[in-house]
């Protein structure tokens, strides 16, 4: 059942929005003020100046992969991430290792391994849910490409990003 809802009474300045427009022009006139006395920056000179020093611990950039101090991939393909990426931006191919490696009873690798940038949340999920440590958030903010291929970070790139992780990472609990 449809009702009617009616609307306050207003005065002649608030249809012409001159209380809105006085707040904006007072909220203007107090940023100006602070810039010039020096108490607030304003402008950043991008990208000779970064926010890498003011960024906050917490922060969540570009997912990454690493490699051990073996330079093995930590990756085994279980493809946690992908299942629990809400974006869909991790895309996993699995494969066996040969037969002939040590490790090719009890582990497999990713064949191909691709992480949408465009799609990316940064939410960290990823990161959290991997039981070998093998994706890493870095701090990176500036992430670029010319075209959506470029955006498309594929294992190479991850890796090239990522870099090596040494010994077991406490991501979650600090050392003792």
């Not at 207003?10 to 010039?36: D, R, W």
């Not at 990756?75 to 494969?95: D, K, M, N, S, Y």
């Not at 070998?132 to 701090?139: C, G, N, P, S, T």
Request: net charge neutral; with cysteine.
């Amino acid at each position: 059942m449809a009702y009617t809802v009616d609307r306050p009474k207003m005065t002649l300045a608030e249809k012409m929005y001159l209380p809105a427009i006085v707040t904006g022009l007072a909220i203007t006139a107090k940023h100006f003020k602070n810039m010039i006395l020096g108490r607030t920056k304003v402008v950043m000179q991008y990208p000779e100046e970064k926010w890498d020093s003011h960024m906050p611990e917490h922060y969540r950039g570009a997912p990454t992969l690493v490699k051990d101090e073996h330079d093995r991939e930590r990756c085994v393909a279980c493809q946690l991430c992908e299942f629990i990426c809400p974006p869909r931006a991790i895309t996993i191919t699995p494969g066996e290792l040969p037969s002939e490696s040590k490790f090719a009873k009890v582990e497999k690798y990713p064949e191909e391994f691709k992480i949408d940038m465009i799609r990316c949340i940064y939410c960290g999920l990823c990161e959290e849910v991997c039981p070998e440590q093998a994706i890493f958030l870095r701090k990176d903010y500036a992430i670029t490409g010319l075209t959506r291929a470029d955006m498309v970070h594929d294992k190479k790139k991850l890796y090239e990003l990522g870099g090596e992780m040494n010994g077991l990472v406490h991501k979650w609990n600090p050392l003792k």
